[in-house]
């Protein structure tokens, strides 16, 4: 059974995901104690890229295997009933 995610949400995650990750980096320009530091930038974006790969990677595994799963419980198929 293939299990289907919505790109458009996916896109709009991403996108939020990003702006979020500039957003706090570039608020310490405003901050005193603070310095902006472009590194530090990269780092965020890279965490939300592998963040990202590593969710659909496991949400892609772990559906597949919890869906045949639970298609193959003979539990449901008497609790149904």
Do not use: C, H, W
Request: hydrophobic share 50%.
């Amino acid at each position: 059974m293939k299990v289907k995610y919505s790109k458009k949400k996916l896109v709009k995650f991403i996108f939020l995901t990003v702006l979020i990750a500039i957003f706090t980096e570039s608020l310490q320009l405003f901050i005193t104690y603070r310095s902006f530091n472009p590194m530090d930038l990269f780092s965020n974006l890279v965490g939300v890229f592998f963040g990202i790969t590593f969710y659909l990677i496991y949400y892609k595994y772990f559906m597949k295997v919890k869906l045949a799963n639970f298609f193959k419980n003979k539990n449901y198929e008497t609790a149904n009933n």
